[in-house]
């Protein structure tokens, strides 16, 4: 019997036609812009300026704030300008425009290919490591690794989750990683068991990856305390707090992180990324992106640096098809329809998806039939009609009262209502509007 | 016969005596309420718009008697009229406050502000703009999904199909403020309605660079400073590339309007002018929106 | 850009579910009640059946477009269900305008007039069912005899097993006629084998859950049991009461109609639960010899209270550590 959480879920159609492409490079354009907020929390302030010179792995924005992150260049040549410019927000935000001038490297990064496991670092200095390369959770939310490996004073992490779900339809970049680097994912779990003093650590792999459940189970022997678990295939697995509820059976309270429970969950991305600025000095700069779509016509996995404009990674598929009425950074999900292809790859672009302009358009909403269905397969046991009504008359502590902000904007509702309601739209409005309440109530 | 005065007897003992339980509580229960907030009530407009800044009418009146001036209690609904008939009933002075309207700081109409994508989620502005930047280049602009309009309790602002714009009707407008609540760009503001409803404002909030800005909309104010210079009584700020005309120091001279590249400084309700504006091809700025 | 872009808030796909495709679910779940009860009346279920769903849907279609003046909404088909649910509610041989007479007050009081399809407080066939019973008592409540399971019916009316209980105790069909449907009685509550294959087809396509129809029957089955062990006389055989009467009908197709039911699983058991009770209630001690619909009614109006008073199981709310 396989295992999963144990509310709602759904399954949608997997379509991931790119598994199995090997991750190809990509030639770097001349110019290349990175925005200076690329994760969640406060943007970084920019160390560069205009003219300067940068090599590839030099810093150029720095961490501000406690829940923030460094961002590095991703190239080498000179600053031309830090200027406004549209991210996958949809809103213009700072950004440094770098002039590629060839690929000298940082001489501190390592860049031979030669696997590395022994690591005598004390966790602090691991942490401040992870740090300093500017690492965040590579899964979408893009929150700064340091902090979520810094468990709150009076908590003890006592298991280490290795996310390799990839519950989104379509996605295969994560797949496709721990095909290619499993020994660097699995050193790197043993870095970060080490950062956190945990002896556990398991890999939930969802059931449809069997290649890498089989790979990994073989060379999980190697390593102690490590074990991989195969899951069912359900959405949102891949979800914190959905994974730890799948692989250890508890729950995590309402309004609660998941260190109350003992877990500490981390992306096989995240992982490969800390393993290669712990072992080899190397900044984030560089992540697995997939582009995909039902007329793509090369759908494929790239190692793209930051900060390459999204359609020079579309031209490597094959280029934007006609038929094409939405692009979407991240999975159908819950990535975020882009207004432009020209935006930059950032940390959290885990794909490009290109849905045909027939499938891209909404029906129009009826009436709600009250079929609970979005009741049934929300994950958090939630009642998304009632929220969404809350949200359209604006009755805030009732939303309040039934749990508004436990949402995890997963869209199953939205992706299951037969009358085709924007349940999540509203429901993702209600949280911010219900979250602005409470924190106005505390100061 | 005695069926029936048993019955008359049962019901009017039962009566009576539910009569008699109703008093007792209603005394025991009695709360003492100052008789004068009733009177207040009955001479507020009854809208219970929340336009004054309480839940309500009834809790705007109890607000009045407890207060001890009338200074910042204003009914928008009423008007000046409403706050002297209040603060006579009260004994006091109400302050002067000059009667204000909603203007609509966005002129981005479909031709002078094209559409760059096309937005597909639920019709809601806060929604769209927590998206994204919206579906023109510039992030700043109305949406046109009629938030303003859902929140008006008094019918009086509509999206106009043709620009995609809001507009109010000013006979209708009470100032209330709930549509510059609503507004989650921040286009909306209230401002002095002006002698004769004549009132001149700068119609857009872009704070992009004036390239960028008239990149997006032909329309934008692109922060150039024509109107500064030209402003006889120093009403109007330029800040973030953005020009504000500010409301008690404008007088209404016009100077302002015709010399701004991009019409952005809108006139209302005022005369067709008579001589030749210093430069002639502005002529046609006197836009009527 | 050639092309302007679409641009919507997550998620970006759908399941392709839609109101017609569980509509019509519902419809071919009907199917096998309505080939037993073409077997038994021929042609009078035929005409009923098609007459009803005609009424429903004409009348739908002529007072959304010509008294509300909106777009028709006929295509859901939950027209057509109430029709054919309002028709398996009636006796075969029901003069047509009395027929018509219902669907009139089913669809346009009890549905249109609250708003349409997800804003009716009450199951339209229900209301139509007991609007026609009520003002009708006489038609609606005798029905043609069954000469033999091949034959032809005539014009000699009987009562049902249910009047039966309450008049002539002595004169009970066996089990296995009404499990397979050659008792007397209105259209579609025939056959309680074939209304369960309906069922099964519904769950099998997830188009509803088991809770309600599970719970009313379970809680007819063991009300009328506990009574039996009390006072074993054949009038409260647990058997009997599931197979008679509307009761399956009602539980699998009217009380888990989506907009008047519950929307919790907590609350569906409840309501599945009061409507058990509230039938053998009726059937028992009531003036009427069947009570489902009076009971499915009566729940229906309580639904909102228990949608208000029900939550859904939120993760987190029992925190197991393991």
């Known amino acids: 019997m396989l295992k999963t959480f144990r509310i709602g879920g759904i399954h949608p159609k997997e379509k991931k036609i790119s598994a199995g492409k090997a991750i190809q490079p990509i030639v770097i354009p001349d110019q290349v812009i990175i925005p200076l907020s690329q994760h969640i929390g406060a943007p970084c302030q920019p160390v560069v300026k205009k003219g300067d010179n940068v090599k590839v792995g030099t810093l150029i924005g720095k961490s501000v704030g406690f829940v923030s992150a460094n961002i590095h260049s991703p190239v080498s040549g000179t600053v031309l300008k830090i200027d406004k410019s549209l991210d996958a927000s949809g809103y213009k935000r700072d950004s440094v425009f770098i002039k590629v001038e060839g690929d000298e490297w940082e001489a501190s990064v390592d860049r031979s290919p030669d696997l590395k496991r022994a690591c005598d670092l004390a966790p602090g200095e691991i942490l401040n490591k992870i740090a300093t390369a500017g690492i965040v959770g590579m899964g979408g939310a893009t929150f700064p690794s340091h902090v979520k490996l810094t468990p709150p004073p009076g908590t003890k992490a006592e298991i280490l989750i290795i996310n390799g779900v990839e519950c989104e339809p379509w996605l295969t970049s994560d797949h496709q990683l721990m095909m290619e680097k499993s020994d660097e994912i699995l050193v790197g779990t043993t870095i970060v068991m080490k950062a956190l003093n945990v002896q556990k650590a398991v890999i939930g792999i969802e059931n449809n990856k069997q290649d890498a459940i089989r790979l990994f189970t073989q060379k999980v022997k190697e390593y102690d305390g490590i074990t991989v678990q195969p899951l069912k295939v359900q959405y949102p697995q891949g979800g914190e707090k959905q994974l730890i509820d799948a692989l250890t059976g508890r729950q995590i309270p309402s309004g609660a992180l998941p260190i109350s429970v003992g877990a500490v969950v981390q992306n096989v991305g995240t992982i490969f990324a800390i393993y290669e600025a712990v072992q080899k000095n190397k900044p984030l700069i560089e992540r697995v992106v997939t582009v995909t779509g039902k007329e793509v016509k090369q759908p494929c996995n790239i190692l793209s640096r930051v900060g390459i404009p999204l359609n020079k990674l579309i031209d490597v598929a094959g280029g934007l098809p006609e038929t094409t009425g939405k692009v979407v950074s991240g999975g159908p999900m819950m990535g975020k329809a882009l207004a432009s292809i020209d935006i930059p790859v950032s940390k959290g672009t885990s794909g490009i998806l290109i849905i045909p302009t027939l499938e891209a358009k909404r029906k129009t909403m009826k009436d709600c039939i009250r079929c609970a269905r979005c009741i049934s397969v929300c994950p958090m046991g939630l009642n998304p009609t009632l929220l969404m009504n809350l949200t359209e008359y604006e009755v805030w502590d009732r939303a309040e009262k039934e749990h508004i902000i436990d949402c995890i904007e997963c869209g199953s509702c939205s992706y299951t209502c037969p009358a085709d309601r924007p349940l999540l739209d509203y429901i993702r409005l209600g949280k911010g509007k219900v979250n602005g309440i409470i924190r106005a109530r505390k100061n | ?289 | 850009m050639e092309q302007k872009l679409i641009v919507s808030p997550s998620p970006h796909v759908h399941s392709g579910d839609t109101i017609e495709k569980n509509m019509y679910n519902v419809l071919i779940a009907l199917i096998p009640a309505f080939l037993v009860s073409l077997y038994v009346f021929r042609l009078d279920a035929l005409i009923i059946t098609a007459c009803a769903v005609l009424f429903c849907v004409g009348f739908e279609y002529l007072i959304v477009r010509y008294i509300l003046k909106k777009t028709p909404t006929v295509t859901d088909g939950s027209a057509i269900i109430t029709g054919v649910l309002l028709a398996f509610n009636v006796p075969s041989d029901l003069p047509l305008w009395i027929l018509a007479l219902g669907s009139l007050f089913a669809i346009g009081v009890v549905k249109l007039s609250f708003g349409g399809l997800g804003n009716n407080i009450f199951n339209p066939a229900i209301a139509g069912r007991i609007f026609m019973l009520i003002s009708f008592p006489a038609q609606m409540t005798t029905w043609p005899v069954i000469a033999d399971a091949a034959g032809t019916t005539d014009a000699v009316s009987s009562a049902t097993v249910l009047g039966n209980l309450k008049l002539a105790p002595e004169s009970l069909p066996s089990l296995q006629a009404m499990f397979l449907g050659t008792e007397a009685g209105s259209l579609g509550e025939m056959s309680a084998l074939a209304l369960l294959l309906g069922l099964l087809y519904l769950l099998w396509k997830k188009t509803i859950t088991w809770h309600i129809p599970i719970s009313i029957m379970a809680t007819v089955a063991l009300f009328t049991g506990i009574l039996y062990i009390f006072d074993p006389i054949t009038l409260y055989h647990p058997l009997i009461h599931l197979f008679s009467g509307g009761l399956m009908l009602g539980a699998i197709f009217m009380a888990t109609d989506y907009v008047t039911s519950p929307m919790t699983r907590k609350g569906m058991l409840i309501y599945g639960v009061g409507i058990g009770f509230v039938t053998v209630a009726i059937r028992l001690w009531g003036a009427y010899p069947e009570g489902v619909s009076f009971a499915i009614l009566l729940m229906n109006a309580l639904t909102p209270l228990i949608n208000n008073y029900t939550s859904p199981k939120r993760f987190g709310e029992v925190v197991k550590h393991g």
């Open chain 2, 1 to 289: 016969m005695s069926v029936l005065l048993t019955a008359v007897a049962t019901l009017g003992a039962i009566g009576a005596g539910s009569a008699a339980i109703l008093y007792m509580v209603g005394q025991k229960f009695k709360v003492e309420e100052d008789p004068r907030i009733q009177e207040v009530q009955d001479s507020l407009p009854a809208a219970n718009c929340g336009g004054c800044g309480f839940p309500g009418c009834a809790s705007f009146a109890s607000a009045c008697v407890k207060a001890e001036s009338m200074e910042d209690l204003f009914c928008p609904v009423g008007g000046q009229d409403t706050m002297d008939k209040v603060a006579a009933l009260l004994g006091r002075k109400a302050p002067v406050a000059a009667k204000k309207i909603a203007v609509v700081r966005c002129n981005g109409t479909c031709d002078s502000r094209p559409r760059l994508n096309l937005y597909d989620g639920a019709s809601n502005c806060t929604i769209a703009s927590a998206l994204y930047g919206g579906d023109t280049g510039c992030s700043f602009g109305c949406l046109g999904l009629g938030d303003c309009v859902d929140s008006c309790t008094f019918d009086a602002i509509h999206i106009n199909p043709v620009t995609l714009l809001p507009e109010v009707v000013e006979d209708k407008c009470t100032a209330c403020g709930a549509c510059v609540k609503a507004c989650p760009k921040d286009i909306i503001e209230l401002r002095k309605q002006g002698p004769k409803s004549r009132r001149i404002y700068v119609s857009c909030v872009n704070k992009d660079k004036g390239g960028v800005a008239k990149k997006a909309c032909d329309v934008a104010c692109i922060g150039c400073s024509k109107c500064q210079q030209a402003c006889p009584f120093e009403a109007i700020t330029i800040e973030n590339n953005l020009a504000f005309i500010i409301d008690d120091k404008c007088r209404l001279c016009r100077k302002c309007v015709p010399v701004c590249p991009t019409k952005s400084i809108l006139e209302l309700n005022f005369p067709p002018r008579k001589e030749t504006p210093p430069t002639p091809k502005e002529e046609e700025a006197t836009v009527i929106v």
